[in-house]
């Protein structure tokens, strides 16, 4: 049995939302066993992204002022987008993301921001809780594959995740998947 078979996602943790109308923002926070500049790597240079995020850039996102195309998994979209903020190793934003890393003792806590359609925020909690196990995975030199969109949904693991970060958010699933428009 490979890594990615024995791959069973963790309770639903380390989340929050602000909400905002339709607009929510989902926060997600990790400590991950790596420093700083390595967890930025991950988090700007192409190469990186195409092994856990949920979408794929065009160019590094690790400079402001840069437009890349970013393509989402779960849609296939492909959005133009700039980077607002780049400080490295701390500070990311871009499109509806932010991204803060901290340094610890151990490590780094990776603090995700990432603006996501009220109903969808489960999903998004879920989807982004499933890439972080895989950058982790990732990062300590384990790599499982990217498990992002409807790869992610049918994998193990999600649809009790989805239920588990509903529960806590105090709302309820949906059943159907968000166009890109919704996104």
């Known amino acids: 049995m490979t890594d990615r078979e024995q791959y069973a996602p963790g309770l639903a943790s380390g989340a929050q939302v602000r909400k905002d109308g339709e607009k929510w923002t989902l926060i997600l926070v990790r400590e991950l066993r790596h420093p700083p500049e390595k967890v930025w790597r991950a988090i700007t240079e192409p190469a990186h992204l195409r ?27 492909v959005s133009e987008t700039r980077v607002t903020r780049a400080d490295a190793p701390k500070l990311l934003e871009f499109h509806d993301i932010r991204w803060e890393l ?4 151990s490590g780094t806590r990776l603090t995700l921001w990432h603006s996501i359609d009220r109903r969808f925020i489960a999903w998004g909690a879920a989807g982004w809780h499933i890439c ?4 982790e995975r990732l990062l300590d030199g384990e790599p ?9 949904m049918k994998f193990g693991g999600w ?14 699933t949906p059943n159907r998947t968000p166009n890109a428009a919704e996104r």
């Not at 901290?102 to 003792?105: M, Q, R, S, V």
């Not at 972080?132 to 950058?135: A, N």
């Open 144 to 152: 499982i594959g990217r498990i992002v969109g409807t790869d992610a």
């Open 159 to 172: 649809q009790r995740l989805n239920a588990e970060y509903a529960k806590q958010f105090g709302i309820g």
């Open 132 to 135: 972080f196990d895989v950058l």
């Open 102 to 105: 901290e340094a610890l003792d």
């Open 51 to 77: 092994e856990w995020a949920p979408f794929e850039a065009d160019g590094n996102l690790g400079t402001a002022g840069t437009t890349v195309n970013l393509t989402w998994a779960a849609t296939a979209h």
